[in-house]
């Protein structure tokens, strides 16, 4: 058996005026309590033995835990699973709140690719979105980074934010292109309910860019990093050659992956389920030994396939219709035929042989085509 693995720390500083993850500005006994009931799930996975091609800590801030406790927490998931020997082991940092001796230390413990939550480098810009960190804090846990070790580094950045222009977004990815990232994840700003910044937009107090400016960065994006070297392999990502998130594909790609910590996700033998999502429910049913599920779906025949091409086609590559076919069995050319058709004409799908893939104005119209695929 297959599954990548997933680690969610909950914890944040401060929560960030875009933010709905599932994250808390906590800190004191829940977070000790947190760790212990982590190792708790942890130790009693189902699912001990399974191969493992990557694991990814997100949150939340991962690195709002200290060195020791995540490499025990890796090392926990090493005598649990086998991990092979080449996986990618992500963790996600905030240039806020990371060390120098905490980097080489998490180096050395196993992870290989780190992923800093950047998102712009304008001083002004930062202090709109509640980030806790400074455009100097950026430049100095790269530069850590690289000295600890890691060679495979991502930085996330967020376009379409309140009072942005073409030019600040166009300064924003210029200094992110010249730390010399190996990958990008550039995204557009959403506006999610109960967040701070939900409110003051309803309230007619937040100015965010129009459609146009939008689309204009968005494409701005894709030749920047084109000509910067990278290629665009998903709809907001962006790597040089080899340096694709692994980790990501797998969730593109429809594949297994077990979700550790509040509100994570897992995805085994065609069941999909989500873990409580409060940090204290979290350990207070561990505590208990009492079941973690919130919800749980089983997908059936042409639910998965409609998924897997839902996400597949996030990918530039796209999705190959003969290995889904075997895949799962099932006539999806055949099935899904009128809809493809549909969406050729226009101009958002386009298909090689056994490929079919988003066209470059198809991508901006992701989530329609999701919903065709889906209905
Ligand atoms: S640091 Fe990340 S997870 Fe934490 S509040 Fe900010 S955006 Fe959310």
Redesign the pocket.
């Known amino acids: 058996m297959q599954a990548s693995l997933y680690v969610h720390i909950p914890f944040?500083h401060?929560?960030?005026g875009y933010?709905d993850?599932n994250?808390y500005a906590m800190a004191g006994a829940i977070v000790e309590a947190f760790v212990e009931a982590l190792h708790r799930e942890i130790a009693q996975t189902p699912y001990a033995g399974a191969r493992v091609p990557t694991v990814f800590f997100g949150?939340?801030?991962p690195t709002f835990l200290d060195e020791k406790t995540l490499a025990g927490i890796l090392e926990h998931l090493a005598r649990q699973f086998r991990i092979e020997p080449n996986a990618e082991i992500t963790i996600e940092a905030?240039p806020g709140s990371v060390r120098a001796e905490q980097l080489r230390a998490l180096r050395q413990a196993g992870f290989n690719r780190i992923s800093f939550?950047v998102q712009s480098f304008d001083e002004a810009e930062l202090k709109r979105m509640d980030?806790i960190h400074s455009p100097q804090e950026v430049y100095q846990s790269v530069e850590w980074a690289r000295a600890a070790g890691f060679e495979n580094l991502n930085l996330d950045l967020i376009f379409a934010l309140p009072e942005q222009t073409v030019e600040r977004w166009a300064s924003n990815l210029e200094q992110a292109i010249a730390l010399n990232p190996e990958h990008l994840s550039l995204y557009a700003l959403m506006l999610e309910p109960n967040t701070r910044f939900y409110h003051l937009y309803q309230k007619g107090l937040l100015r965010l860019p129009d459609e146009e400016v939008q689309v204009a960065m968005y494409r701005l994006a894709q030749a920047r990093t084109r000509a910067a070297g990278y290629y665009q392999y998903e709809i907001s990502n962006y790597a040089k050659p080899g340096y694709e998130c692994q980790h990501n594909l797998v969730y593109w790609r429809n594949e297994p992956y077990l979700g550790f910590g509040p509100g994570a996700v897992s995805y085994m033998e065609g069941v999909r389920w989500t873990n409580i999502k409060h940090p204290r429910e979290y350990v207070r049913r561990l505590q208990a030994g009492e079941s973690l599920v919130l919800e749980s779906e089983a997908l059936e025949g042409w639910e998965k396939v409609g998924e897997t091409l839902m996400l597949g086609l996030r990918m530039t590559a796209g999705v190959n219709l003969a290995a889904l076919e075997a895949r799962f069995n099932l006539p999806v050319g055949a099935h899904y035929a009128e809809v493809m058709a549909q969406l050729q004409a226009r101009g958002w799908l386009e298909q090689e042989g056994d490929w079919i893939r988003l066209t470059d104005e198809g991508l901006l119209w992701h989530s329609e085509v999701a919903l065709a695929f889906l209905e």
Do not use: E, I, L, Q
């Open positions: 944040c401060r929560k960030c933010c993850f994250s949150g939340g801030t905030n939550g980030r």
